[in-house]
């Protein structure tokens, strides 16, 4: 088992930045790619974005937060950001961390461990 613990999740409004943190084990660091999905009401769970090990030179996004959405990771930190800007009322949704075998098949939602998920909201 893999632990992926995030936190920073809230209420924004619309336009307004936030920036969600996923702790991992340094195992998780080195030997996963990481990522991010989020689950909207009603809808089914997408992929949002994702880094690969270590370097963190591969990153991958969903065309509907691209521009708007950074990830990046601190080594020393063991951990991965999801910078969210000019966030709008449908990035609504909990986001959850997750980690996989390569950034690649991150995106293509082949997941092997989640995170707990933390709620965002974002309000018109």
């Known amino acids: 088992q893999v632990p992926l613990v995030e936190s920073g999740g809230g209420l924004v409004q619309a336009g307004n930045s936030l920036r969600l943190s996923c702790a991992a084990s340094?195992?998780?660091?080195?030997?996963?790619?990481m990522g991010w999905f989020r689950q909207a009401p009603g809808k089914e769970r997408e992929f949002v974005a994702a880094i690969n090990s270590w370097s963190g030179h591969n990153t991958y996004y969903a065309d509907s937060v691209k521009g708007r959405f950074t990830i990046s990771k601190d080594n020393d930190k063991n951990t991965v950001y999801l910078q969210m800007n000019s966030l709008k009322p449908e990035d609504t949704a909990v986001y959850s961390c997750?980690?996989?075998?390569?950034?690649?098949?991150?995106?293509?939602?082949?997941?092997?461990?989640w995170g707990q998920g933390t709620q965002v909201t974002v309000s018109s």
């Open positions: 340094r195992r998780a660091f080195t030997n996963y790619a």
């Open positions: 997750a980690a996989g075998p390569d950034s690649y098949a991150l995106a293509r939602g082949a997941v092997d461990y």
